[in-house]
């Protein structure tokens, strides 16, 4: 054995353990660390249309979880959507604001939202907002629906997936451009 490296029996000094890498092996089979810089890309290619003047930036696609986080951007103001979520999501607002038809409370820029699981809701931009991004982790689905909760429509990772792989394919990147942020 080599004795200029430390073993868990010698004394080491706090300093010399704080600044050690773990010494064991991970798990086999571990998927690799997933780091998306920037997470607010120039390239407005990485940007997935969605609707008129809403796009996504994909950060993680999570496939065997069913959820996904994502940065919704909004350039124009008025109502997105009206949905429910089976699972919790979580928002933190980057830059502008949105608020539900259905609260009293605006996310403003740096305000953090909890939907707890079952809520429906209308999400709007209100006039003078420029521009809203906001990042999004959507655990489960989201179901459209109208007014009286009737399903029109619904969105989850896989079709978060199938439409980054058509708009990266159309925008010159390939389709497996996606495959980075799935896991």
Known sequence: M?????????????????????????PRGILPDLVVAPAIPEDERLWVPQAESVSFRPLCLNRSGGYWMNLLRVRKSGVLSRH???GPVHAFVLKGSWRYLEHDWVASEGSYAFEPPGETHTLVVDEGVAEMITYFQVNGCMYYVDPWGNNIGYEDVFTKIDMCRAHYESVGLGADFVDQFIR
């Open 2 to 26: 080599d004795r200029s490296e430390p073993t868990q029996d010698q004394a080491l000094d706090a300093e010399t353990l704080r600044r050690m890498p773990y010494q064991k092996p991970q």
């Open 84 to 86: 429910r979520h089976p």
